[in-house]
């Protein structure tokens, strides 16, 4: 069995972290996978990454330019037959896959999931960020991402014919959502009756609580019977105060990190997802394999996960009247259906066709 070494931040709940989860889950069996956490601690899914078999969990030194770090990183790579390399930390990757190639590693893969910078930019760090991509550029096999608009935004400059650029999509295991029939209603005394607008994700900047806040606020006011749920690591402390000043806490529930979020998207009648920047969004393609109507932000990586025929369902990531808006013809429509697109999601989410691509480019 083949020995795959995972390069990721930490093991806390977020994109990437659910993202490895479930394809190693997926791929139990096929491989035996070592997942390295670059920040030297581990996180919420700990215990979710513990139960998967064969696992080796390893913390390494953190820093941007941590010897102690790199120094660790070759003593795996040369003394435990690794077959394969996958960093998913973006151009940082790049002095672990440079570590690779001399330590003899056959593949070596930088997987982006995210179309922008995530740092607090000044010249040292883009100076710092500009050599570690050309590392990341000189020691790939593949050069992967889950969006185009991530190749674009940090490679705009590659080849067409350079085949070592490929996207591929998240995967999703759409029964596992699907067949969930609890909601949380009961558990959140929400009426059953009431129409319940929800977000699931991280509190963070990129995620634009800011907006989510003001949209609550024109929502509520004009209809008792609206209710929100918002859902993620940090949000109930982080948005507790902000409620309470506000008056909303009977309309709003505010949940932290959950490991059942199909049962709060079962909860829903719709889903809003104003992100500024992403990656490709769990979160969203999750509701649509549920078949919860959304609105969400236009920006590209967003534009690229909805059909075509949903667009119309995006809007400005800041535009509080335009979502208020599309969340209301939601609430008022006769055929919420219009606005759900469950077959195209599992179809193009497929966790056996999405996983199976990346499992090939690791063999």
């Known amino acids: 069995m083949k020995k795959i070494a995972f390069f990721v931040t930490s093991l806390n709940a977020g994109g990437i972290e659910n993202y490895l989860l479930r ?25 979710d990454y513990q139960q998967i078999k064969n696992i080796k969990l390893l913390k390494v030194g953190d820093g941007f330019f941590s010897l102690k770090q790199f120094i660790s990183i070759y003593k795996l790579l040369s003394s435990d037959k690794i077959h394969a390399i996958c960093d ?17 590693i056959e593949k070596r893969i930088a997987f982006y999931r995210g179309a922008t910078n995530r740092f ?9 960020n500009s050599i570690v991509k050309k590392l990341v550029e000189r020691n790939s096999n593949y050069i992967l991402s889950n969006s185009q608009s991530a190749l674009d935004f940090f490679f705009h400059n590659r080849s067409a014919e350079d085949k070592r650029y490929q996207v591929i999509s998240n995967g999703i295991d759409s029964s596992k959502f699907c067949e969930e029939t609890v909601n949380l209603r009961n558990e959140l005394s929400i009426p059953a009756e009431a129409f319940v607008i929800g977000h699931v994700g991280r509190f963070d900047n990129a995620k634009n609580h800011r907006t989510i806040i003001q949209v609550i606020k024109r929502l509520s006011t ?33 949940l932290g990190y959950r490991s059942d979020v199909n049962k ?13 920047t992403e990656g490709q969004p769990n979160a969203l393609i999750e509701a649509m394999v549920m078949g919860v ?12 996960t909805v059909p075509c025929s949903l667009q119309k369902q995006l809007v400005a990531p800041n535009d509080v009247e335009g979502a208020v808006s599309k969340l209301l ?21 497929s966790a056996h066709s999405c996983f199976s691509l990346f499992m090939e480019k690791l063999k």
Request: net charge negative; charged share 20%.
């Open 88 to 104: 998913f930390t973006g151009n940082f990757a790049g002095i672990p896959l440079f570590i690779a190639k001399f330590a003899g």
């Open 222 to 254: 004009s209809d008792s019977n609206i209710y929100f749920v918002l859902c993620g690591k940090g949000v109930d402390e982080n948005l507790r105060e902000i409620i309470s000043e506000s008056k909303l806490g009977n309309q709003v529930k505010l």
């Open 23 to 47: 394809f190693l889950k997926y791929s139990e069996g096929e491989i035996s996978p070592i997942v390295v956490c670059k920040s030297n601690q581990y996180g919420d899914l700990l215990g």
């Open 293 to 304: 109507p959304f609105v969400a932000s236009n920006i590209g990586p967003i534009i690229e």
């Open 329 to 349: 013809d939601i609430y008022q429509s006769d055929n919420r259906s219009m606005y759900t697109c469950v077959d195209w999601a599992k179809e193009k989410y």
């Open 120 to 128: 607090k930019e000044d010249k040292i760090r883009l100076c710092y």
């Open 264 to 276: 709060v998207l079962n909860t829903l009648n719709a889903f809003y997802f104003p992100s500024l």
